[in-house]
């Protein structure tokens, strides 16, 4: 019988099972930390997204500086095809693998190797519903057709809350009283 060498690999860290309804549990009220008017927008993101790539696993980080919403084929942040972003007072469309889109329109904002992005709303500007834009959207199946790892076909949602951070920045817009 062969000898196994022994590894020092790490075993891979697992995260506590939740169920699918503690995490929007928690999701919300993540969301609900922000401005009503950051927070409907980013709803209504969300919903959008959920419904372009429906078998999307979601993938949540309440960090320090802000929220994200990953949407990935796998578990494997590395593998996300888009990102929802949202500092205090703006939500931001992130393209995970958009330095090279084609973009006539010029949407695309950002000068990265890898990443791009589209303002869906900032503060103190009016809410434009961008997920519904023609342009955006073709923008949104170019890079689902482009992706490094395809999302799955039939594949159900799966929500996924990957870490929350204990300090964090104000998430909502200071206001002069």
Known sequence: ??????????????????????????????????????????????????????????????????????????????????????????????????????DPAKRLEGSGKVVRNIRLYNAGEKDSHLLDDPEVLALINVALNRAKVPMPAGARRKLIIRSVSAKQRPRRIARPT
């Open 1 to 102: 019988m062969p000898v196994r060498k022994s590894t020092n690999r790490k075993p891979p860290k697992t995260q506590p099972a939740v169920s699918q309804a503690d995490a929007q549990a928690q999701l919300d009220s993540f969301l609900s930390k922000y401005d009503p008017e950051v927070e409907t927008c980013a709803r209504h993101a969300l919903a959008k997204m959920r419904k372009l790539v429906p078998g999307a696993v979601e993938m949540v980080y309440d960090n320090y500086n802000w929220l994200v919403i990953g949407f990935s084929p796998t578990e494997r942040p590395s593998e996300a095809i888009f990102s929802l972003v949202l500092p205090s007072g703006r939500v931001t469309l992130c393209f995970l693998q958009g330095a090279g889109l084609p």
